[in-house]
């Protein structure tokens, strides 16, 4: 069976990363998505929320595991017996530090490829960033992040009464 490792901030998970996500699970036969827990990159969700998001987005998908690391990536994903790391693209701007890391890992693991699925074009333009901004000066998300990451947005948004 082939193990994939999808890391990322999702701080918050987005209809983006859902959609990575499903494709990742129709080609490998297990996806951990892997909350990097980094104390110097400050985030506007705690992990253990961020993983309860993701849980509960991917409830459908049976092959999938929400869980999180710390340190270096390659070493998580050795431990995972893991074949490849997932990576998701958007417009050209994703690609030069994407294409940066993947150099980089393969460097320090050569065993281990970085493989990148193309986002669905209506999320295209979608980040964790500019789903916040917009939550945060109480503005519309729906479509954007899956209907769990919706409420939890609302709680923190000025128009939740
Ligand atoms: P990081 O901080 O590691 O970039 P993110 O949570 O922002 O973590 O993103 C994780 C991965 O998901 C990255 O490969 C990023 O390019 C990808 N990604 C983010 N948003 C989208 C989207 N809308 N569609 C497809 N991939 C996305």
Redesign the pocket.
């Known amino acids: 069976m082939k193990i994939a490792i999808?890391?990322?901030?999702?701080?918050p998970a987005?209809?983006?990363?859902i959609?990575?996500i499903e494709r990742a699970a129709s080609v490998f036969g297990k996806v951990y998505v892997a909350v990097?827990k980094n104390p110097e990159k400050k985030a506007e969700f705690g992990f253990e929320d961020r993983m309860k998001m993701l849980k509960g987005a991917t409830k459908h998908l049976k092959n999938v595991v929400i869980d999180s690391f710390s340190g270096l990536l390659i070493d998580y994903a050795k431990k995972k017996k893991a074949s490849a790391i997932i990576?998701?693209?958007?417009a050209v701007s994703?690609f030069e530090y994407?294409f940066q890391m993947a150099l980089t890992n393969r460097k320090m693991c050569p065993e281990i490829e970085t493989i990148f699925?193309m986002?669905?074009s209506q999320?295209?333009y979608?980040?964790?960033s500019m789903v916040r901004q917009i939550a945060k000066l109480g503005g519309p998300v729906s479509g954007m992040v899956p209907k769990n990451v919706e409420k939890e947005l609302k709680k923190t948004s000025p128009t939740k009464a």
């Open positions: 999808y890391p990322g901030s999702f701080d987005t209809c983006g990363h959609d990575i990097i990576r998701g693209l958007r994703d994407e699925f986002t669905g999320y295209a979608l980040s964790s």
